[in-house]
C-alpha cells in the first residue's frame, strides 16, 4: 500500500477517484440548480444552509482539495506520459478506429473545465460564500450574498455569460464522456461485456448532468428578457 | 504498381535521422510489403548504397519482429495483421508510401527502421513467468480449465510482442503488452498463484524502463496485429490494485 500512489496505475487511481467525487459534486449541483427553476425561495433557503457555517467550509475544502489533486496529477502525468513518448514525433499519424476524440485531450479538455471555473468560483463563490466569509454584506454587485436566486439571474441575463457557460459545459460533456468509463476501466471494473454499456452509460449521464446545466442556463436567460 | 517511398534513416543511435525518397517500379499487386522492402534493398546494393535496416523474422505474422508505422499506422493498412502479412495490393498505383521507426522513449532507434525492443525482455524477466513448482508432466485434462478461462488465457497469450501498441500509444505506454502476459498467466491454474506479484513486478520494471502510463484511448487495441482487447488492462488493474491494497 506504501507506495502505491508512485506507480502509474497509482496516479491514474487518483484521477479516477477525484475524478468521480467531482461528478457525485456536480450531480448534487445540477439538483441544487433545478430549485431555481421552481421557486427562487427554496434555491435562497439552499444557499442560505451552504453560507459561511462549518459545515458548508468542510465541504469547500473537501471540494476544491479534490479539484486540486486532480488537477495536480493530470498535470503530472500528461507531462510524464509526454516525455516517455521520445523527442521524435511520427511525422504522418491516423485516427485509430473506435478511439474517442476526447480520449487523447483530456488535459486540454480540463483547462477549459478550470478556466470555466474559475469564472464561475469569481461569478458566484466570491459574491456568496466569500462576502460571507469575511463578514460583508453587500458583494461586487452591492447585492446581499444570501440573494443567490437574484445574483444568479442577474449573471444569466448577459448573453456573453451564457455563451461563455455553454462553452464551458460542452468542454465538460466531452471531459465526462471519456472520464466515466475510463474511471471504471482506471479501478479494473471493466470487461468485454461492460465496455459498451459503460460508454453507454457515460454518454448517457454526461448528457444528463450537462444538459441539465444547460437547460437550466437558458430558461434563466429566457426569463430574464 | 510503382510507388515512391519516404523512408527514415539513420546511422545510428546516436545520429540524427532524416527522410529520404526512393522509388520502387514494376512491383506486383501480391508482394508483400517486406518483399517489396527486399526489393528495394537490392536496387539499393547495385547502386552501391547502404540498404535500409528493417527488422523481420517469421514473415508469417508469429515472430513479432517486423514493426514499421507506415502511413501513419503501426503494421501498416488493414487491421489484424502484422507488416509482414501486408500486401502491396492495400495501396495504389503512384502512392507515396512514409515509412517510420516505432517511435517511443523506451524503444531507442538502433538503425533506420530498427528499434531496440529489449524493454520487452525485462519486463518479461521481472515476472512474466511461473516459479511455483508445477510438478511432472501431468495426464492431458486431469485439471479442469472451464472454456471460458481458456478462451480468455489464449486470446491474451496471441500477444507476438511486438511492440504495435507501444508505438501507437500517445503515452508510449507498454500497458497493453503487459496486460496480455499477466491476464493470460493469470487465467490459468498455474499462473494464477503468482498473480499479484507478477502484476506488482511487471509494472514497476514498466514505469522503470520509461514506458508511460495507460489513458485509456484504446488506440493500442485498434491497432493491435492480435487484437488483444483492453479488458485485459482492466484485469491487469484489478488486480495490481488488490496487490497494492494488500500489501
Ligand atoms: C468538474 C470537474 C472535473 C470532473 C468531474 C472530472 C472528471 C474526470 C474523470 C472521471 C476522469 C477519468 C479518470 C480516469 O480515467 O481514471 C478524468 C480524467 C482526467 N481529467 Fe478530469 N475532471 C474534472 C476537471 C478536470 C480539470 C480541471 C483538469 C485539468 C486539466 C482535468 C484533467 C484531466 C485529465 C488530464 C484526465 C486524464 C488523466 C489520465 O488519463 O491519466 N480534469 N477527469
Ligand atoms: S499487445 Fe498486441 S500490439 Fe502489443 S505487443 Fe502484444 S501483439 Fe503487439
Ligand atoms: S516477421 Fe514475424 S511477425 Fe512479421
Known sequence: MANIFTSSIGKKLIMSITGAFLILFLTFHMIMNGALVFSDEAYDAIVRFLGANWYALVGTVILAAGVVFHFVYAIILTLGNHKARGNIRYAETKRERGVEWSSKNMFVLGLVVILGLLLHLFNFWYNMQWTEIIGAHTNSLGMSPTDGADLVRYVFSHPGYVIAYIIWLVGLWFHLTHGMWSMMQTVGWNSKVWMKRLKCISYILSTIIVGAFMLILIILYVQSL | ?247
Open chain 2, 1 to 247: 504498381m510503382n510507388f515512391k517511398l519516404k523512408i527514415w534513416r539513420q546511422a545510428n543511435a546516436k545520429a540524427q535521422g532524416r527522410f529520404e525518397t526512393y522509388e520502387v517500379k514494376d512491383i506486383s499487386a501480391d508482394t508483400s510489403f517486406l518483399e517489396m522492402l527486399d526489393i528495394l534493398n537490392n536496387n539499393l546494393i547495385h547502386e552501391g548504397k547502404e540498404p535500409v535496416a528493417f527488422d523481420h523474422d517469421c514473415r508469417e505474422g508469429i515472430c513479432g519482429m517486423c514493426s514499421l508505422h507506415i502511413n501513419g499506422e503501426a503494421h501498416g493498412p488493414d487491421t489484424e495483421i502484422t507488416t509482414c502479412q501486408l500486401h502491396m495490393r492495400k495501396f495504389h498505383d503512384g502512392d507515396t508510401i512514409t515509412i517510420e521507426p516505432w517511435r517511443s522513449a523506451a524503444f531507442p532507434v538502433i538503425k533506420d527502421l530498427v528499434v531496440d525492443r529489449h524493454a520487452f525482455d525485462k519486463i518479461m524477466q521481472a515476472g512474466g513467468f511461473i516459479s511455483v513448482n508445477t510438478g511432472g508432466v501431468p495426464d492431458a485434462n486431469t485439471t479442469p480449465i472451464p472454456r471460458a478461462d481458456a478462451e480468455e488465457s489464449m486470446d491474451a497469450a496471441a500477444c507476438i510482442g511486438c511492440g504495435a501498441c507501444v508505438a501507437t500509444c500517445k503515452n508510449g505506454s507498454a500497458m497493453l503488452f503487459v496486460a496480455a502476459r499477466v491476464s493470460s498467466l493469470a487465467k490459468l491454474p498455474q499462473g494464477k498463484v503468482e498473480t499479484l506479484s507478477r502484476a506488482k513486478a511487471m509494472i514497476a520494471k514498466m514505469d522503470e524502463l520509461g514506458f508511460g502510463g495507460c489513458t485509456n484511448t484504446r488506440a493500442c487495441e485498434a491497432e493491435c496485429p492480435k487484437g488483444v482487447s483492453i479488458s485485459h488492462i482492466a484485469r491487469l488493474n484489478r488486480k495490481f490494485l488488490t496487490a497494492k491494497f494488500k500489501d
